[in-house]
T-cell receptor, first 114, second 115 residues
Framework: NAGVTQTPKFQVLKTGQSMTLQCAQDMNHEYMSWYRQDPGMGLRLIHYSVGAGITDQGEVPNGYNVSRSTTEDFPLRLLSAAPSQTSVYFC?????????????FGQGTRLTVV | AQKVTQAQTEISVVEKEDVTLDCVYETRDTTYYLFWYKQPPSGELVFLIRRNSFDEQNEISGRYSWNFQKSTSSFNFTITASQVVDSAVYFCALSEASSGNQFYFGTGTSLTVIP
């Protein structure tokens, strides 16, 4: 079972470059989200989607864009990378709304911006 | 304000000792959900348990047990007879019915089990 698949696993960017982190799930989950994990800060929500065509901002959305054209895919775009965006990024999906069910996470993308 | 507080940043125990990881949450919702996740050194996030606000029953699963107390807004996690494989970072998380699918995570507790 693939579950939630993130690519790439590792990425190094130069300041100012743009890139897209890919996330795909094969569980037909309506809810998908992106988190970043920084030392000592836990996971913080960047953007989330409650279904195809619907996205919303989380706690730390600045510098990131998302779209949800299909149920399966939820890419995260960094518009102009900054060193402050060095982090580990996790994509998650869940089947129930309002946190009724657990979120399943991808393996993470470790991003370094130099 | 932090919605989920895990005051213990790092804990070390000797193998076979019991250890309790604390989690205190803050919410005004009457309907909410609490979760524990494990992040081993390999980095993935593994779901351990979900609890809704209407179910205060404690739960035991093998060596793991969870104590949910609404009176103190706590959802503590105990590992009995710890093993080296329990070494990981453990996250407590909260989701409120009023805020949709948003999870609020604590800052995590890093547990090291010494053989």
């Amino acid at each position: 079972n693939a579950g939630v698949t993130q690519t790439p696993k590792f990425q190094v960017l130069k300041t100012g470059q743009s890139m897209t982190l890919q996330c795909a799930q094969d569980m037909n989950h309506e809810y998908m989200s992106w988190y970043r994990q920084d030392p000592g800060m836990g996971l913080r929500l960047i953007h989330y989607s409650v279904g195809a065509g619907i996205t919303d901002q989380g706690e730390v959305p600045n510098g990131y864009n998302v779209s949800r054209s299909t149920t399966e895919d939820f890419p995260l775009r960094l518009l102009s990378a900054a060193p402050s965006q060095t982090s580990v990024y996790f994509c998650a999906s869940s089947s129930g709304g309002q946190g009724k069910t657990e979120a399943f996470f991808g393996q993470g993308t470790r991003l370094t911006v130099v | 304000a932090q919605k989920v507080t895990q005051a213990q940043t790092e804990i070390s125990v000797v193998e076979k000792e019991d250890v309790t990881l604390d989690c205190v949450y803050e919410t005004r919702d009457t309907t909410y959900y609490l979760f524990w996740y494990k992040q081993p050194p390999s980095g993935e996030l593994v779901f351990l348990i979900r609890r809704n606000s209407f179910d205060e029953q404690n739960e035991i699963s093998g060596r793991y047990s969870w104590n949910f107390q609404k009176s103190t807004s706590s959802f503590n996690f105990t590992i009995t007879a710890s093993q080296v494989v329990d070494s990981a970072v453990y996250f407590c998380a909260l989701s409120e019915a009023s805020s949709g699918n948003q999870f609020y995570f604590g800052t995590g507790t890093s547990l090291t089990v010494i053989p």
